[in-house]
């Protein structure tokens, strides 16, 4: 079963690109060294997008597909999606 959760229109460009570099199976560690930042500061960007997506964990947030349709975030809750 799916649920919606908030449009990805939320997240800022900083906090979109970290989404999707997370999704490409890229560490907090790659991605902090990728763009120039500490790796606080991403996790940081990690920790908000995490709370705009309604998800508790990064395995969660990383199992979130955009839908090309509408722009929304589908999360899985279980089962096969």
Do not use: W
Not at 18 to 27: E, P, S, V
């Amino acid at each position: 079963m799916n649920r919606t959760t908030p449009e990805l229109k939320t997240l800022s460009v900083r906090q979109r690109q970290m989404f999707d570099m997370l999704c490409n199976g890229m560490t907090q560690k790659e991605i902090a060294k990728y763009l120039g930042l500490s790796e606080k500061t991403v996790n940081a960007h990690i920790y908000i997008t995490m709370k705009k997506l309604q998800v508790s964990n990064r395995a969660e947030l990383v199992s979130c597909r955009p839908c090309p349709q509408c722009g929304y975030v589908r999360k899985r809750t279980g089962g096969v999606v």
